[in-house]
């Protein structure tokens, strides 16, 4: 049972803008935090950006300064705004939810099918 519903993937050329949306179907579910993973190619999957209940937000070294992400409770949607793309950024990109203990984000049980990502050069 598919329980986030990830969307906004495309192909597009280096120095564009996505902006990726992941919708929780469950009707009665708050989001705590939430975060985007992304699997390049023959990679492993790899965590880009976070954010929590609070809306503090982290990102990864390699998108710090172009991406972006927000939340929407009241549509329970997160959002992965990615600009100055890079041909680096191609993958499948997938959201999860979960809580912060500590510093540290630990992605619950719920999964999406991803949204492909693809960047020309």
């Known amino acids: 049972q598919v329980q986030l519903v990830e969307s906004g993937g495309g192909l597009v050329q280096a120095g564009e803008f996505l902006t990726l949306s992941c919708e929780v179907s469950?009707?009665?579910?708050?989001?705590?935090?939430a975060g985007w993973y992304r699997q390049p190619p023959g990679k492993q999957r790899e965590l880009v950006a976070t954010?929590?209940?609070?809306?503090?937000?982290h990102y990864a070294d390699s998108v710090k300064g172009r991406f972006i992400i927000s939340r929407d409770d009241a549509q329970n949607t997160v959002y992965l705004l990615m600009n100055s793309l890079k041909p680096d950024d191609t993958g499948v990109y997938y959201c999860?939810?979960?809580?912060?203990?500590?510093?540290?984000?630990?992605?619950?049980?719920?999964r999406g099918q991803g949204t492909r990502v693809t960047v020309s050069s």
């Open positions: 954010i929590n209940v609070g809306g503090g937000t």
């Open positions: 469950e009707r009665d579910f708050t989001i705590n935090a």
């Open positions: 999860t939810t979960g809580n912060f203990v500590g510093s540290r984000y630990y992605p619950d049980s719920r």
